[in-house]
């Protein structure tokens, strides 16, 4: 800093005006007496202007030292590469990662053009990087540094615009780090990525074996009523036929007429001759409607992911929602509103999966209500079908309905739900053109609701 010139003090100041005022009083007539006071005074309060000024600027020329030394050490500190250009591509200023990069000082690389360190091959790669552009305009790319070693490994590189107060386009800052640590910084965000990917679809598959396991439950209880008048038929068939076999050995045997007779009433024949058509008929319609299920099934199994087929709404509506609700074994009032002849395009299956996963969300909704009641709808607007389901229980949280379609969102204890069934729920009415929504009733009670193209 240099040294600030002596000014005399304020005593001195007076003790001066004294004595020129008393030679004053011997030279001079009174008025020019005056303006020389005058004079004087205006003097000192240059001097302490210039005081206060002097002050100033030590403060801001320390501070400016100050923050100089700062930004040269958050520069020194950066492991990228730093190098600063002007507009004719000559180095300004470097980092220390540069100086270990070419294994040089910083006098052996300022001043001297960035075209002199870089390797031969990759001058065309720097034309882009010097090029004059906006302040928005950073350009990516790719250089080789000359080092004492040779070639170094090859750096990514940032290059961004300056410009001075009035706009001018003055040089650039180039910015980089090695590939291999950029490549490596990759492999590991991939393989992290990859590994979340893999849990994700570990998770939808426990949520679509959990999805299966409720239909197979459903299905279940859906056979458990054909078959078993099925088997009491065939049971009660049995032991009509070891009687009928027993009187046509009688018959064959040539027995008397009144033995037969006596015969055919213990063994109850005409009995079981007119018993023969209801439990024929029984039979058949507990085979058919076995058959049926099987048929549903095969429907919901087989077809390929991705694969649309036309869907007979008010089939796949009731055959979803009875095997729901019988599986779940509540009392609740159903009701199954459904236009007839409604088809759309799309994956029966999956849409039955939608359908199982609402109505089952719904009934445990109303797990604490007194009488539980469920409706479940479908109706034709205009070019689409609008499917809702609308129980009568507590309704969604305000601060939980903006959240419930997100993955692993669950309000359910622990063990009961993966947070994933509205989530997949959601994406299948998407890849099916719809949009899933809830909204809470003001009644109470919830809604789920979609739409999807009429086929």
Known sequence: MPKATHFPEAGETESLLKLITNRGAIEFDHEREGAWIEVIRKMDEVYSDLLRYEVDLEH???????AQAFVTNVIESVSDILIVCDAKGLVQQVNSAFQHTLGRGVADIVGKNIADVIDDADNTRLVPLLKPRSASDVVDGELRFSSEGGSSDLFAINSSPRHDHRGRFIGVVLTGRPIGELRRAYEALHKAHHELQRAQRQLVEQEKMASLGRLVAGVA??????????????????????????????????????????????LRIDEILEDFGPLIEGTMEGAVRISEIVKNLRRLSFSKLGEVERVNIERLINTAVLWAVRTKQVRIDLQIEVEPELWISGNEGQLHQVIVNLVENAIDAMRGTELPRLVVSAVRKGSEILFRISDNGPGIDKDHISHIFEPFFTTKRVGEGTGLGLWISYGIVREHGGELSATNGADGGATFSFTLPVA
């Open 221 to 266: 209880h859906e056979l458990n009523n054909p078959i078993s008048f099925v088997y009491g038929n065939i049971h009660t068939l049995m032991r009509y036929r070891t009687a009928i076999v027993a009187y046509l050995d009688a018959v064959h045997g040539k027995g008397k007429a009144g033995d037969l007779a006596v015969q055919r009433k213990s």
């Open 60 to 66: 801001k020329n320390a501070e400016l030292e100050e």
